[in-house]
């Protein structure tokens, strides 16, 4: 059975940090990604890693500020978010793809976990 469950979520203050986990168990997955959902709007790409580790690619708006990793031996996916803003919050979720490569398209990935909410406070 596959699953992945992130964790890492909370309230933070702008400028401050948080790094989100996703565990996932079930298979061994080719590549990686974070999405999230503002309040308001619709899902969007984050980041996304190949297991691999030789490419990842980050939206615009999470480019500099945002790493995102993995450890295969785990079979978890990380998401350092640094200099956090207001923009940030949202619900963020992890998704995997057995076969695909990285992209940004949410059709990409064939599992996700539930979300976790990260709140950012001005």
Request: glycine residues 10%; aromatic residues 14%.
């Amino acid at each position: 059975q596959v699953q992945l469950v992130e964790s890492g979520g909370g309230l933070v203050q702008a400028g401050e940090s948080l790094s989100l986990s996703c565990a996932a168990s079930g298979g061994t997955f080719n590549a990686y990604a974070w999405f999230r959902r503002a309040p308001g709007k619709e899902r969007d790409f984050v980041a996304a890693i190949l297991r691999s580790g030789s490419s990842s690619i980050y939206a615009d708006s999470v480019k500099r500020r945002f790493t995102i990793s993995r450890n295969n031996a785990k079979n978890t996916v990380y998401l350092q978010m640094n200099s956090l803003k207001p923009e940030d919050t949202a619900v963020y979720y992890c998704a995997a793809s057995l076969f695909g490569s990285i992209s940004a398209y949410i059709w990409s990935y064939d599992y996700w976990g539930e979300g976790t909410q990260v709140t950012v406070s001005s």
